[in-house]
C-alpha cells in the first residue's frame, strides 16, 4: 500500500512540474521546438515588396529556418504591382507581403488569395530625402517646386511608394510643378539607390528604407494631411500554396513576438 502511495505521490509530481513547464513558455517559438523537422523538404515561396527585403534577408528568414531547417525560403522582392503581375501570370508563390492593399485586394478579387489568412499587418510611414552630403535648401515637399535637379519617386503605376509620393505631391500641391523633373523608379530600392548615388538631388521614399543606409538624410515626414491613405502592408498566403503545411508555419511565425519585434527594429510598426 506504502509503495502504491508513493507512485501515485511521483506521477501527481510529474504532472505538476509538467502544467507548470507549459505555462512558463517551454513551447513557446524557438526554445524547445527549436529544430522542429516535421516539415522537412517542404517550402515557402515568399513574394514582398521591396522594401521588406533587408527584414527578411538579415533576419526573419534566418530565424524561421533555424526553426525549421529542412524548410526552404525562396524569396522574390520586386515592386508590389509587379510582383501582382507575375503572380496573375503563375509565378510560384505561396505567400504574398504588399506594401499597399491594392494589389492584395485586386489579387483576392481574382480569387488567388486565402481571404481567411488575410491581415493588415505593418505600417509604414513616407519621407523626404537627399544625399546625406547634401547641402540642398530643402524643408519641405512644398519646396521641391524650387529645385533644378531630377526628384527620384517609384513609378506611380505599379510602384505602392510612388502612388504614396504622387499623393504627397498631389495634396502639396506641387505635381504639376515637379512632373517633369521626376525620374521614375521600379520599385523603392531602385528609389532610394539614386538619391544615395547623387543621380537624384532627392527621393520619396518609405522610413525604413530611408534607416538602412547612411547614405541619405530624411529632410521631412508626411503628415497626415499630406498623405491621407495609410501606408499599410497587407499579408496573405496564396490559394495555390504548394506546401500548405510550411506556408501555415511561416505566417505564423511571421506573428509571433520574436518576428514583431524584428519588424519594428526594421523601422515598421505593427498594425493594431
Known amino acids: ?19 507548470g513547464s507549459c505555462s512558463a513558455g517551454w513551447f513557446d517559438f524557438g526554445s524547445s521546438n527549436a529544430n522542429d523537422t516535421s516539415l522537412n523538404g517542404q517550402e515557402v515561396n515568399l513574394a514582398a515588396a521591396a522594401s521588406l527585403k533587408n527584414a527578411f534577408d538579415e533576419k526573419l528568414i534566418p530565424m524561421f529556418q533555424e526553426k525549421y531547417p529542412g524548410v526552404k ?17 503563375g509565378l510560384k508563390a505561396d505567400v504574398f507581403m504588399s506594401a499597399a ?13 486565402d481571404n481567411s489568412t488575410n491581415l493588415q499587418f505593418l505600417e509604414n510611414k513616407v519621407v523626404l530625402i537627399v544625399p ?18 531630377n526628384i527620384a519617386i517609384g513609378d ?16 502639396t500641391g506641387v505635381w504639376s510643378d515637379v512632373e517633369s523633373k521626376l525620374s521614375l523608379g521600379t520599385d523603392v530600392t531602385a528609389v532610394l539607390n539614386q538619391v544615395a548615388q547623387g ?16 547614405d541619405v538624410k530624411v529632410v521631412c515626414e508626411a503628415s497626415g494631411d499630406d498623405l491621407k491613405t ?17 506556408t ?18 526594421y523601422g515598421f510598426s505593427i498594425h493594431e
Open 1 to 19: 500500500m506504502n509503495k502504491k502511495i508513493l507512485l501515485i505521490a511521483i506521477f501527481a509530481i510529474v504532472a505538476v512540474v509538467s502544467i
Open 73 to 89: 525560403v525562396t524569396p522574390t522582392y520586386a515592386s508590389s504591382g509587379d510582383l501582382q503581375t507575375q503572380i496573375e501570370n
Open 101 to 113: 492593399n491594392k494589389q492584395m485586394n485586386a489579387l483576392a478579387e481574382e480569387g488567388l488569395v
Open 132 to 149: 546625406a552630403n547634401s547641402t540642398t535648401n530643402i524643408s519641405s515637399f512644398e519646396d521641391l517646386k524650387n529645385i533644378d535637379g
Open 156 to 171: 506611380p503605376e505599379s510602384v505602392p511608394a510612388g502612388q504614396y509620393a504622387k499623393e504627397v505631391l498631389n495634396n
Open 199 to 214: 543621380s537624384a538631388e532627392c527621393g520619396i521614399v518609405y522610413a525604413t528604407d530611408a534607416k538602412s543606409t547612411g
Open 230 to 246: 495609410p501606408v499599410i502592408y497587407p499579408i496573405a498566403a496564396l490559394k495555390n500554396s504548394t506546401d500548405s503545411n510550411a
Open 248 to 265: 501555415k508555419a511561416f505566417m505564423d511565425f511571421l506573428q509571433t513576438k520574436e518576428a514583431k519585434d524584428v519588424f519594428v527594429e
